[in-house]
Structures are given as C-alpha cells and as structure tokens.
T-cell receptor, first 116, second 114 residues
Framework: GAVVSQHPSRVICKSGTSVKIECRSL??????MFWYRQFPKQSLMLMATSNEGSKATYEQGVEKDKFLINHASLTLSTLTVTSAHPEDSSFYIC????????????FGDGTRLSIL | GNSVTQMEGPVTLSEEAFLTINCTYTATGYPSLFWYVQYPGEGLQLLLKATKADDKGSNKGFEATYRKETTSFHLEKGSVQVSDSAVYFCALSGSGGSNYKLTFGKGTLLTVNP
C-alpha cells in the first residue's frame, strides 16, 4: 500500500531554534500534501495544504511565517518551524494524496516536537 | 460546512466482544467517507473507505457502510482483539475545490481487555 515517511520522529531542542520536518511519499506521486498538528487526546488540526510547485494554503489562525512549508517535488514536502518556542511543542503529522478524485490521504508516523 | 460527529469514548470491551462506533456526518454534495486508526505515538492509518452511497468498506474484520439516507458511516467489528486497542477517527473528504481536505471527528479511544 501507499507509504508516507516522516522524519524525524522526535525532536528535542532549545527555544529559538528552527526545526525542519520532512514528509516523503515513497511509492506514489503526492500531488497534494497536508500538515496537521495534534494536541494530546485531541483530533487533528489542519495547518496547511500544499500542492506541488505552488505556495501552501494556510488555515485561519496559522502563521505562515512561523510554519514554512515547501512542496518542491511530487515526493517531498517540508515543514519548518521557525524560531520555535515551548508553545510550539506538539505532535505534527503530514499526509499525502495522489491524483484522482477518490484517492485517500496517507499519513506519516508523526513528529513529536519538544521545545525546551 | 462539513462536519463529522462520532461517538465519544472511551470504549472498553472484552476480547471477542462486538464493536460499534457510531459516526454521522453533515456535508454538501457527495463526500467520500473514511475510518482511520491511530496507535499510540503513531500517525494515522487508513482502515477503510467508501466513496458513494451504499458502498461497504472493509478491512481486517472491520466494516462500515455509507448510508446516505441516515448520513452515517458506523464502524463495526464482530470480534475485537487486544491489538485493536487504538483511537479511531471517522472522516469525510469533500471534492475538487475543497482540495480534498479531510474533516475529522474527535476520535474514539477503544481499549480491549484480555
């Protein structure tokens, strides 16, 4: 089945550091990728949607200068959390879908980000 | 807008019990419907899907039928196992202009005891 690889799985870093998270579709072309944030015991909150070669579309309330998204190829999207602070600590999950109306989203295993 | 309402948990069952997790939705047009499962510390895995009315999605003993008349997509399994313990999310996807965004329910935590 479709596989999405997300890396790293866990990051611990100091406040003020920028952190990059990668999301790769391993066996299909991901025309659209999504980035989510999940708080403990809650559902997923969509942060942004990116189409290959286009600028990301951010959901209301998500700071685009804080969360930089790049989707430069059909198999890779990156999320960079710039100048991270403790309140950015969370579980970040990416997903990817291929071309076609009924294609589901396939999810990565998530990245646990902890800012000290 | 689109919305998904699913049964609040937690749900605790004994092994081999019957499972139902209710899910109803509100959407315009003809959404696709999904059940995803999340094991602790992991991302979501697609469990099953249905793309049109009366479709039945099935996988690993789980089933759900797309009921347009009741706007429901209830998840069922005849005999649960300890390994089924996880959080289950019902979701729907619009089409075209919505960029196929997923709208999730709040999730239902299932615990299966031996």
């Amino acid at each position: 089945g479709a596989v999405v690889s997300q890396h790293p799985s866990r990051v611990i870093c100091k406040s003020g550091t920028s952190v990059k998270i990668e999301c790769r579709s391993l066996d299909f072309q991901a025309t659209t990728m999504f980035w989510y944030r999940q708080f403990p015991k809650q559902s997923l909150m969509l942060m942004a949607t990116s189409n290959e070669g286009s600028k990301a579309t951010y959901e209301q309330g998500v700071e685009k200068d804080k969360f930089l998204i790049n989707h430069a190829s059909l198999t890779l999207s990156t999320l960079t959390v710039t100048s991270a602070h403790p309140e950015d600590s969370s579980f970040y999950i990416c997903s990817a879908r291929g071309r076609g109306r009924y294609q589901p989203q396939h999810f990565g295993d998530g990245t646990r980000l902890s800012i000290l | 807008g689109n919305s998904v309402t699913q049964m609040e948990g937690p749900v605790t069952l004994s092994e081999e019990a019957f499972l139902t997790i209710n899910c109803t939705y509100t959407a315009t047009g003809y959404p696709s419907l999904f059940w995803y499962v999340q094991y602790p510390g992991e991302g979501l895995q697609l469990l099953l899907k249905a793309t049109k009315a009366d479709d039945k999605g099935s996988n690993k003993g789980f089933e759900a039928t797309y009921r347009k008349e009741t706007t429901s997509f209830h998840l069922e399994k005849g005999s649960v196992q300890v390994s089924d313990s996880a959080v289950y999310f019902c979701a729907l996807s619009g089409s075209g202009g919505s960029n196929y965004k997923l709208t999730f329910g709040k999730g239902t935590l299932l615990t299966v005891n031996p």
